[in-house]
Nanobody, 122 residues
């Protein structure tokens, strides 16, 4: 059983940056694809980014490309989401997730964190 704990969310002005962290425990971190999803009020949960076991392969949603970067440190059992040039449309609860495949659908992932709120003011 893998436990995931996100941190780093908060309130930021448009154009600002935040770095989210997700600490994993209880499993072999380096064997999992790690992803970030987000959910805004009244909307479905949507894919943001995913990173492969070794960190050599990453994939980001169209809305994240060019602004967000996903990375991982297997020695620290931690995955990061660096978010730059934030927009009000990025406001959502951001969830960290772990799974055995790098799919962009939430159903492909086995473990989820509790989420961290990101609010971008205009």
């Amino acid at each position: 059983q893998v436990q995931l704990v996100e941190s780093g969310g908060g309130l930021v002005q448009a154009g600002g940056s935040l770095r989210l962290s997700c600490a994993a425990s209880g499993g072999t971190f380096s064997r999992y694809f790690m992803g970030w999803f987000r959910q805004a009020p009244g909307k479905e949960r949507e894919f943001v980014a995913v990173i492969s076991w070794s960190g050599s392969i990453t994939y980001l949603s169209d809305s994240a490309k060019g602004r967000f970067t996903i990375s991982r440190d297997n020695a620290k059992n931690t995955v990061y989401l660096q978010m730059n040039s934030l927009k009000p449309a990025d406001t959502a609860v951001y969830y960290c997730t772990a799974g055995k495949s790098g799919a962009i659908t939430s159903k492909a992932y086995d473990y989820w964190g509790q989420g961290t709120q990101v609010t971008v003011s205009s």
